[in-house]
C-alpha cells in the first residue's frame, strides 16, 4: 500500500486531515482547535509521505518528524501520525489500540476541562455556581478541573496582583505578576467554594498559568493544600510556551503535596526527558494533537510510568476525532494513566458528521472502549460535505 495523497479542509472549529492511499483505505485525523493558519505547513508535508507505505508507521514518522516543534508547530506532523494509524488499523481490520500493544483497560476514565458554558464570574460565588453545574452534568465526573489565577481572566480581578500583569495575551508568558496577599486569600476561597459545591465524591484539578514565579507558586500551593486539590497544572510554562521548564518545576514540586502537572505544548519525548528524569513533576499531560501522535504519547507514559510519575493527556480542544484518538490510545497505557480532559464537538453539529461514538458518549466518568477498526469513526460524508468551504470541496473526493 502506498500513500497517494494528503488533503487537508477547515471543518467547524477544526482543520481535518485526510491521508490517502492506493487502496482505497483512508485516514483521517484533527488539528487541535482553532488553527486555520496550519494549513499550509501541514500541505507541505505531502511531499515527504506521498509514495511511503502507511502501515510502516514509524518509517514514515522518521521522514516529517523533525519538521515539527512546540505547540502550535507540533500539530502538522502529530495529526498526521495519527491518521497513519487509522489506516493501519483498517488495513488490518484492527482497532487502533491492538496496534499499540493492545488494551489493559476496557473503559477510559475523562474529566471535565473542555466543558465551560458557565461564564463564571471570578468571585466564590461564580466558582461555587461553576462547581454545582459541573456536578448536575450527565457525564458524572469523577472529577473536573477549573482555571484559576493566570489561567482565564482571574489575574485581571482589582487587587489580584501587587503591581501591573505584564502580559494581557490568554496564553500569558512565564512570571507575568506578583501575586499579592489578597489574591493568594482569593483563589483560596474560590476553590474552596467550589470544593464545597461539587459535594465529596468529585475531585477538583486546578489549571493554574503559565504566569507564576516559582516563590508565588509555591506560596500559593501551600495555602492550597487543605483542599486536596487532584494536581495544579501549568505553573510556570505551558499552552504555547515553547520550553518545559524542568529544572524550575522541582523546586515546586518538592515544596508542595499537592500533585504539580504540566506538558500539554510540548513535542516529542525529547521533551519530557529532564521533567521525567528529574522527577520535576508528578503528572505529565501532553496532547496526542501536539506531541508528536499516539505512539509518542505511549512512549512518554510508559517512560513516566518507569520513574513514578502519572499521565493524564491533555483533551485535543474540543474535536472529535481527537477524542477517538485518545480513547485508542488511552486503553494501552499503563497503570499511571488517570484520566484525559474531555473533547466536546464544536460546533455541536459536529456530532451529526460523525458515527461510531458510544451514545450516551461518557456514563460514570467512563468512555467504553469501541472495537470497530483503525480509531473507529468514520464521516457521515454526505452531511459533512454541507459544511466544507469552496476551496475544500473537493476533501471527500476520490
Ligand atoms: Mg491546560
Known amino acids: ?62 521522514g516529517i518528524r523533525q ?102 495575551m490568554v496564553h500569558g508568558w512565564p512570571v507575568a505578576g506578583t501575586i499579592s496577599e489578597r489574591g493568594i486569600a482569593h483563589v483560596v476561597e474560590c476553590v474552596a467554594a467550589m470544593r464545597e459545591a461539587l459535594g465529596p465524591e468529585i475531585g477538583i484539578a486546578l489549571d493554574c498559568g503559565p504566569g507564576f514565579s516559582v516563590p508565588d507558586a509555591i506560596r500559593l500551593a501551600r495555602a492550597l493544600e487543605p483542599l486536596n486539590p487532584m494536581w495544579m497544572e501549568d505553573l510556570l510554562t505551558g499552552d504555547y510556551t515553547p520550553w518545559p521548564g524542568a529544572d524550575l518545576y522541582r523546586e515546586i514540586t518538592t515544596q508542595t503535596t499537592i500533585p504539580i ?47 513514578g510519575i502519572l499521565m493524564a493527556p491533555h483533551g485535543t480542544g474540543d474535536g472529535l476525532f481527537g477524542l477517538a484518538a485518545l480513547v485508542q490510545v488511552s486503553a494501552t497505557l499503563p497503570g499511571n494513566f488517570i484520566a484525559f480532559e474531555l473533547p466536546t464537538g464544536n460546533p455541536p453539529w459536529w456530532f451529526d458528521i460523525v458515527e461510531g461514538l458510544p451514545d450516551p458518549l461518557v456514563v460514570d466518568g467512563f468512555i467504553d472502549v469501541w472495537d470497530r477498526p483503525g480509531i473507529g469513526i468514520e464521516f457521515r460524508v454526505d452531511r459533512a460535505r454541507e459544511y466544507l468551504a469552496d476551496e475544500d470541496r473537493g476533501f471527500f473526493d476520490n
Open 1 to 62: 500500500m502506498k500513500i497517494t495523497d494528503l488533503r487537508c479542509a477547515e471543518l467547524g472549529n477544526h482543520l481535518m486531515l485526510r491521508v490517502c492511499t492506493d487502496d482505497g483505505v483512508d485516514g483521517y485525523s484533527q488539528v487541535e482547535s482553532s488553527k486555520p493558519y496550519l494549513k499550509d505547513p501541514i500541505l507541505r508535508l505531502r511531499d515527504l509521505i506521498v509514495g511511503k507505505d502507511p502501515t510502516d508507521v514509524e518509517r514514515v514518522m522518521r
Open 67 to 168: 519538521r515539527g516543534a512546540a505547540k502550535p508547530w507540533g500539530s502538522p506532523v502529530s495529526a498526521i501520525e495519527m491518521a497513519l494509524w487509522d489506516i493501519a488499523g483498517k488495513a488490518a481490520g484492527l482497532p487502533v489500540y491492538k496496534l499499540l500493544g493492545g488494551k489493559v483497560r476496557d473503559r477510559v476514565m475523562v474529566y471535565n476541562g473542555a466543558i465551560r458554558d458557565l461564564e463564571h464570574d471570578y468571585t466564590p460565588e461564580g466558582f461555587a455556581a461553576a462547581g454545582a453545574w459541573m456536578r448536575s452534568l450527565p457525564h458524572g465526573f469523577k472529577f473536573v478541573k477549573m482555571a484559576i489565577a493566570y489561567h482565564g481572566d482571574m489575574k485581571k480581578v482589582p487587587g489580584f496582583l501587587m503591581g501591573d500583569l505584564l502580559d494581557e
Open 261 to 307: 502537572h504540566t506538558g500539554e505544548q510540548l513535542y516529542l519525548r525529547q521533551s519530557f526527558k529532564e521533567l521525567i528524569e528529574g522527577k520535576a513533576v508528578n503528572i505529565v499531560g501532553p496532547d496526542p494533537c501536539d506531541v508528536g501522535g499516539l505512539a509518542e504519547l505511549k512512549w512518554i507514559a510508559e517512560y513516566a510510568d518507569l520513574h
